[in-house]
T-cell receptor, first 112, second 114 residues
Framework: EAQVTQNPRYLITVTGKKLTVTCSQN?????MSWYRQDPGLGLRQIYY???????DKGDVPEGYKVSRKEKRNFPLILESPSPNQTSLYFC???????????FGPGTRLTVT | AQKVTQAQTEISVVEKEDVTLDCVYE???????LFWYKQPPSGELVFLIR??????QNEISGRYSWNFQKSTSSFNFTITASQVVDSAVYFC???????????FGAGTTVTVRA
């Protein structure tokens, strides 16, 4: 089954404690993205990757890091989380940016 | 700057009414792609449609239809004879050939009452 998986699905953490949200896709897609969803703001792109070792900033990259060492994986790293990073996060993949995005189930992150 | 504007924050209708969601986009590219996604209360994001900038034909899929007008930079979505299961947040999105980023609108929450 074609899918994008994210882990964990829910995470409560404290300010400053480094965390990683994993994302994996099994469709051999080139393009992968991370988004955050906040009320009234829709989905905002954090980082994207066109292919292995190629990553770039989206609209709201501050406070986040990513890596793309393998085609299937695209982890999101918060080195020092802050309360304003409390949000719902989605990972997505697609053949290319002009094609439909396949979204993961989302990760609800709360930073206290 | 916001490249995709969904002016309607919330729409509430009674079952069987038609509902139209507006989407206005902004781009200087001649090649671009437009999308609609649905997010039901369960939270997942579901792809509905993709349209490229060279295809202005309207599309109908069951009770869903889309009206793409380049002259007004709009890509509106209509649900005909709405049902309770149509209650969701709907997002319009833009992918421009000259930009690697994807832009989503803020979303429109549709509530269909029985």
């Amino acid at each position: 089954e074609a899918q994008v998986t994210q882990n964990p699905r829910y995470l409560i953490t404290v300010t400053g404690k480094k965390l990683t949200v994993t994302c994996s896709q099994n469709m051999n897609h080139e393009y992968m993205s991370w988004y955050r969803q906040d009320p009234g703001l829709g989905l905002r792109q954090i980082y994207y990757s066109m292919n292995v070792e190629v990553t770039d900033k989206g609209d709201v990259p501050e406070g986040y890091k990513v890596s793309r060492k393998e085609k299937r994986n695209f982890p999101l790293i918060l080195e020092s989380p802050s309360p304003n990073q409390t949000s719902l996060y989605f990972c997505a993949s697609s053949l290319d940016r002009g094609y439909e995005q396949y979204f993961g189930p989302g990760t609800r992150l709360t930073v206290t | 700057a916001q490249k995709v504007t969904q002016a309607q924050t919330e729409i509430s209708v009674v079952e069987k009414e038609d509902v139209t969601l507006d989407c206005v986009y902004e781009t200087r590219d001649t090649t671009y792609y437009l999308f609609w996604y649905k997010q039901p209360p369960s939270g997942e994001l579901v792809f509905l449609i993709r349209r490229n900038s060279f295809d202005e034909q309207n599309e109908i899929s069951g009770r869903y239809s889309w009206n793409f007008q380049k002259s007004t930079s709009s890509f509106n979505f209509t649900i005909t004879a709405s049902q309770v299961v149509d209650s969701a947040v709907y997002f319009c999105a833009l992918s421009e050939y000259g930009f690697r980023e994807l832009s989503f609108g803020a979303g429109t929450t549709v509530t269909v009452r029985a």
